[in-house]
């Protein structure tokens, strides 16, 4: 055994064992160099050598002959050897031993390990009488049940174990079955296994759920059944072993549970879905019946307020299971708010934020019975004998509790019971409050975009418009899409849809950013190409704040679509940012895309974006909408436009009806995304409704202006709108003629309101300014501001105009 290896040796290892005579066997360790490490004093007395004459010398001395090269190669593969060696003793005779050796663990209790421990056991004297009286009192004191059947598969011999677990002396059993002495359905199937081992020679193992003598529950055991063979090698008889596993067995149980816990609790966001998802899992693997109840504050989405609960704590249920039909034990229905008294279990568990158990006690019912008579009914009808109640707790708030009741099932709770308890609806509570305080920034969410959408067309000639607004499903959460109708100068109407990227509270708000901007922008009467150029500033501007600021990612992106409708000329002019392309619908009926270039995302910046002019025919009518329309899951984008546009081709004279159908026929009754939906049909003003009078750079010109005006107003019966009017022409074409390039032209249009506009050459525009006490002019403009609904100018590729608006009684 000198080549075994191992680690080398350190001084202490070369220290003797201490002298034990309670240790006989022969002990020593070699190191990897074969060199003796340690040697005891069994050691000695096998070979002769004290340990001076041994320790830190090779061991291949004490070796008859030298291992062979195989022998040596196996042994370094191997953690383990055992067999018989020939040694040489100290007065030269060689004498055959068994020895077992083994590779020690690093710092093991014999030394600092690696190297190789070698054991030689004493001989023992002749089996004798005292032998057997010690298998037959291991026999009968094992702690395992043990039971001895013969051949007939009768009871010979059971031990004091088996006669506790089975509450029977051995003298009333011997003789008898398996099924004459427990009368359970599992006694068969053992006789079964018993015969199986006697008929194969084969250990046989069946695992049994008994209620035992002295025990009002289940155990669960593990049934060992090993054949028993005379020295001839035939079958005598069965020997069975039982071990008790219920704790096992319930610790499996447990961790099922709390598994099954984890895959089947937060399924969704719902907080109701979620808190019946915890009683679900505890009935029956845990209890017979389970409620949950809620502070009424956290269905709102709010924070309860800090500290227990006043009395009498009240408390809305929310969730229950039962493992009888309809829970008939339940006293409170499913969304009711119900009074818990100081005292009761659940009043209790809130006071002190800890789980408590209660076992139904007559004290405990005579109490019941003052405090909640129904409550004690239900208890003494349906017979529950213990309850736990757990406190749900999450993020340091209180949200409620969770009750379990057993009623049916014997065994009352335990500790274990409690710690369980208290793990399932500890993962509840996180969950449902995720779901409190999602459905909080939902309601958020929506409540800062409704209040950032139109609440109200605005009222304006140029277009008949419906349109609808539907948020994404609570899975997904609410968006940032968005339209608006804004009413521009010279009766025309500009048309937006849009759409943030992302989803929640950011996407809303910088929804609600953008639609600013647009409205701002097109006030200022910019061309759909120059306003996108402006709002793709915007929009780099936000990403670039979002990187600066501790926070999300600042990856910000949007689409916008953006029209602008002249009913005077029936012009239409169009650019979009990313933004799917609008449906226009011919009054015969046809349907088509407009053909307007796609132009790059908001956000991208550094490239144009791209207009689009046509004429539309009065009556036609436009389709803006979102991409969540037209896409979903399962279906291909194609497909949806498709069916928009058929949905389209059947439009009828009501948009609102039209705005139903397309909402009907495309989107699930969850959408996945937001979605926004505008339809405008078209109005045309004509001649009826326009005047227009090219005016001379002269300023004799005013007067005829004045006259054609009131002409004009008197044919439209508008003489009472004449003396206002009169004056902004007069000041309005007094200041092109004045301080513009021709050509000048005045234009007078009635639809809802009177608007009056000149245009002129130059792209310089009026201000307004307070006048001195002795000036002789600046006081047009504020005379045109103060009798006018509202003024402004616009500029166009030719000039300016300068249009003012006032509102028509009876109109």
Not at 39 to 66: N, Q
Not at 425 to 431: K, P
Not at 667 to 675: E, K, Q
């Given at each position: 055994?000198?080549?075994?290896?191992?680690?080398?040796?350190?001084?202490?290892?070369?220290?003797?064992?201490?002298?034990?005579?309670?240790?006989?066997?022969?002990?020593?360790?070699?190191?990897?160099?074969?060199?003796?490490?340690?040697?005891?004093?069994?050691?000695?007395?096998?070979?002769?050598?004290?340990?001076?004459?041994?320790?830190?010398?090779?061991?291949?001395?004490?070796?008859?002959?030298?291992?062979?090269?195989?022998?040596?190669?196996?042994?370094?593969?191997?953690?383990?050897?055992?067999?018989?060696?020939?040694?040489?003793?100290?007065?030269?005779?060689?004498?055959?031993?068994?020895?077992?050796?083994?590779?020690?663990?690093?710092?093991?209790?014999?030394?600092?390990?690696?190297?190789?421990?070698?054991?030689?056991?004493?001989?023992?004297?002749?089996?004798?009488?005292?032998?057997?009286?010690?298998?037959?009192?291991?026999?009968?004191?094992?702690?395992?049940?043990?039971?001895?059947?013969?051949?007939?598969?009768?009871?010979?011999?059971?031990?004091?174990?088996?006669?506790?677990?089975?509450?029977?002396?051995?003298?009333?059993?011997?003789?008898?079955?398996?099924?004459?002495?427990?009368?359970?359905?599992?006694?068969?199937?053992?006789?079964?296994?018993?015969?199986?081992?006697?008929?194969?020679?084969?250990?046989?193992?069946?695992?049994?759920?008994?209620?035992?003598?002295?025990?009002?529950?289940?155990?669960?055991?593990?049934?060992?059944?090993?054949?028993?063979?005379?020295?001839?090698?035939?079958?005598?008889?069965?020997?069975?072993?039982?071990?008790?596993?219920?704790?096992?067995?319930?610790?499996?149980?447990?961790?099922?549970?709390?598994?099954?816990?984890?895959?089947?609790?937060?399924?969704?966001?719902?907080?109701?879905r979620t808190a019946q998802e915890l009683a679900d899992v505890a009935v029956p693997q845990f209890a017979d019946f389970a409620t949950v109840d809620l502070l009424p504050a956290i269905e709102g989405g709010e924070d309860p307020p800090a500290g227990a609960p006043s009395s009498p704590v009240?408390?809305?249920?929310?969730?229950?299971?039962?493992?009888?039909?309809?829970?008939?034990?339940?006293?409170?229905?499913?969304?009711?708010?119900?009074?818990?008294?100081?005292?009761?279990?659940?009043?209790?568990?809130?006071?002190?934020?800890?789980?408590?158990?209660?076992?139904?006690?007559?004290?405990?019912?005579?109490?019941?019975?003052?405090?909640?008579?129904?409550?004690?009914?239900?208890?003494?009808?349906?017979?529950?004998?213990?309850?736990?109640?757990?406190?749900?707790?999450?993020?340091?708030?209180?949200?409620?509790?969770?009750?379990?009741?057993?009623?049916?099932?014997?065994?009352?709770?335990?500790?274990?019971?409690?710690?369980?308890?208290?793990?399932?609806?500890?993962?509840?509570?996180?969950?449902?409050?995720?779901?409190?305080?999602?459905?909080?920034?939902?309601?958020?969410?929506?409540?800062?975009?409704?209040?950032?959408?139109?609440?109200?067309?605005?009222?304006?000639?140029?277009?008949?418009?419906?349109?609808?607004?539907?948020?994404?499903?609570?899975?997904?959460?609410?968006?940032?899409?968005?339209?608006?109708?804004?009413?521009?100068?010279?009766?025309?109407?500009?048309?937006?849809?849009?759409?943030?990227?992302?989803?929640?509270?950011?996407?809303?708000?910088?929804?609600?950013?953008?639609?600013?901007?647009?409205?701002?922008?097109?006030?200022?009467?910019?061309?759909?190409?120059?306003?996108?150029?402006?709002?793709?500033?915007?929009?780099?501007?936000?990403?670039?704040?979002?990187?600066?600021?501790?926070?999300?990612?600042?990856?910000?992106?949007?689409?916008c679509l953006y029209a602008v409708y002249d009913p005077v000329s029936r012009r239409c002019t169009v650019a979009r940012a990313g933004h799917p392309a609008p449906l226009l619908v011919a009054p015969d009926g046809t349907v088509d895309f407009l053909d307007v270039p796609t132009g790059p995302?908001?956000?991208?910046?550094?490239?144009?974006?791209?207009?689009?002019?046509?004429?539309?025919?009065?009556?036609?009518?436009?389709?803006?909408?979102?991409?969540?329309?037209?896409?979903?899951?399962?279906?291909?984008?194609?497909?949806?436009?498709?069916?928009?546009?058929?949905?389209?081709?059947?439009?009828?004279?009501?948009?609102?009806?039209?705005?139903?159908?397309?909402?009907?026929?495309?989107?699930?009754?969850?959408?996945?995304?937001?979605?926004?939906?505008?339809?405008?049909?078209?109005?045309?003003?004509?001649?009826?409704?326009?005047?227009?009078?090219?005016?001379?750079?002269?300023?004799?010109?005013?007067?005829?202006?004045?006259?054609?005006?009131?002409?004009?107003?008197?044919?439209?019966?508008?003489?009472?709108?004449?003396?206002?009017?009169?004056?902004?022409?007069?000041?309005?074409?007094?200041?092109?003629?004045?301080?513009?390039?021709?050509?000048?032209?005045?234009?007078?249009?009635?639809?809802?309101?009177?608007?009056?506009?000149?245009?002129?050459?130059?792209?310089?525009?009026?201000?307004?300014?307070?006048?001195?006490?002795?000036?002789?002019?600046?006081?047009?403009?504020?005379?045109?501001?103060?009798?006018?609904?509202?003024w402004g100018t616009r500029h166009t590729y030719t000039g300016k105009t300068i249009w003012a608006e006032q509102s028509l009684p009876g109109i």
């Amino acid at each position: 055994m000198g080549a075994m290896t191992g680690s080398g040796a350190t001084r202490n290892d070369r220290e003797p064992w201490p002298d034990d005579p309670a240790v006989e066997a022969a002990r020593a360790t070699v190191d990897a160099q074969g060199t003796v490490t340690r040697w005891s004093e069994g050691a000695h007395r096998l070979l002769g050598y004290p340990s001076a004459e041994v320790v830190g010398r090779p061991s291949r001395r004490l070796l008859d002959e030298a291992p062979s090269a195989d022998t040596l190669r196996s042994l370094a593969r191997r953690p383990r050897w055992n067999g018989t060696v020939t040694l040489v003793h100290r007065d030269g005779h060689r004498l055959t031993v068994r020895l077992l050796a083994y590779r020690r663990e690093p710092d093991s209790a014999d030394g600092p390990g690696g190297d190789w421990l070698l054991v030689s056991p004493r001989a023992l004297p002749p089996a004798s009488g005292e032998d057997d009286a010690l298998l037959a009192g291991a026999f009968a004191q094992s702690r395992s049940a043990l039971a001895l059947y013969d051949t007939g598969l009768r009871l010979r011999r059971a031990n004091a174990e088996m006669e506790r677990v089975l509450g029977l002396p051995e003298e009333a059993m011997q003789g008898l079955r398996v099924p004459e002495i427990l009368a359970a359905p599992q006694s068969a199937r053992t006789e079964k296994h018993m015969r199986q081992a006697l008929e194969t020679g084969e250990p046989q193992q069946a695992h049994l759920a008994l209620r035992v003598a002295g025990d009002e529950t289940e155990t669960v055991w593990t049934v060992s059944l090993v054949p028993l063979r005379d020295a001839g090698g035939g079958v005598r008889g069965v020997l069975l072993s039982a071990y008790d596993m219920t704790e096992a067995h319930l610790a499996r149980e447990r961790l099922v549970l709390l598994n099954e816990a984890s895959r089947r609790i937060g399924s969704t966001l719902d907080l109701a879905r979620t808190a019946q998802e915890l009683a679900d899992v505890a009935v029956p693997q845990f209890a017979d019946f389970a409620t949950v109840d809620l502070l009424p504050a956290i269905e709102g989405g709010e924070d309860p307020p800090a500290g227990a609960p006043s009395s009498p704590v009240l408390l809305r249920r929310v969730a229950c299971r039962s493992v009888l039909e309809g829970c008939p034990e339940a006293v409170v229905p499913q969304g009711v708010v119900a009074g818990y008294p100081d005292g009761s279990p659940v009043a209790e568990c809130l006071a002190t934020g800890r789980p408590l158990i209660q076992d139904v006690t007559a004290d405990g019912m005579a109490v019941w019975e003052r405090q909640s008579p129904e409550r004690a009914e239900r208890v003494r009808a349906y017979g529950f004998h213990s309850v736990l109640v757990v406190p749900m707790h999450a993020r340091g708030i209180t949200l409620g509790v969770a009750t379990f009741s057993r009623h049916r099932r014997p065994d009352p709770f335990a500790k274990d019971d409690l710690l369980l308890g208290e793990e399932i609806t500890a993962r509840a509570a996180v969950c449902i409050d995720n779901a409190r305080r999602y459905a909080h920034e939902r309601r958020t969410s929506l409540t800062l975009q409704s209040s950032l959408l139109p609440q109200g067309m605005p009222r304006q000639a140029a277009v008949e418009v419906a349109s609808r607004y539907l948020p994404a499903s609570p899975r997904a959460g609410v968006g940032g899409d968005w339209f608006d109708v804004i009413p521009l100068s010279g009766a025309r109407v500009a048309l937006v849809v849009g759409d943030v990227v992302g989803h929640g509270i950011q996407a809303s708000a910088a929804m609600g950013r953008l639609r600013t901007v647009v409205r701002t922008l097109a006030d200022v009467d910019l061309p759909p190409d120059e306003l996108l150029t402006h709002l793709d500033d915007l929009v780099i501007h936000l990403s670039t704040e979002a990187d600066s600021a501790d926070g999300p990612s600042g990856d910000f992106g949007a689409t916008c679509l953006y029209a602008v409708y002249d009913p005077v000329s029936r012009r239409c002019t169009v650019a979009r940012a990313g933004h799917p392309a609008p449906l226009l619908v011919a009054p015969d009926g046809t349907v088509d895309f407009l053909d307007v270039p796609t132009g790059p995302l908001l956000g991208l910046g550094g490239l144009p974006f791209e207009a689009t002019e046509l004429e539309l025919p009065e009556g036609s009518l436009l389709a803006l909408y979102t991409d969540g329309l037209v896409e979903a899951r399962g279906r291909d984008i194609d497909e949806g436009i498709d069916t928009l546009r058929q949905v389209l081709s059947r439009s009828g004279p009501s948009l609102e009806e039209t705005c139903d159908a397309v909402l009907r026929e495309l989107l699930p009754a969850r959408p996945a995304d937001d979605v926004a939906l505008l339809l405008a049909r078209t109005r045309a003003l004509d001649a009826s409704h326009v005047a227009t009078w090219d005016v001379p750079c002269d300023p004799a010109a005013v007067a005829e202006a004045r006259k054609n005006v009131c002409g004009q107003l008197a044919a439209w019966g508008l003489s009472d709108a004449a003396m206002i009017t009169e004056l902004v022409v007069s000041e309005l074409v007094t200041n092109a003629i004045r301080y513009g390039a021709a050509p000048v032209q005045l234009r007078l249009i009635r639809n809802n309101n009177l608007i009056c506009e000149v245009s002129d050459a130059s792209s310089t525009s009026p201000h307004l300014r307070r006048a001195r006490t002795f000036d002789e002019g600046g006081r047009g403009l504020l005379l045109v501001a103060q009798l006018t609904q509202d003024w402004g100018t616009r500029h166009t590729y030719t000039g300016k105009t300068i249009w003012a608006e006032q509102s028509l009684p009876g109109i």
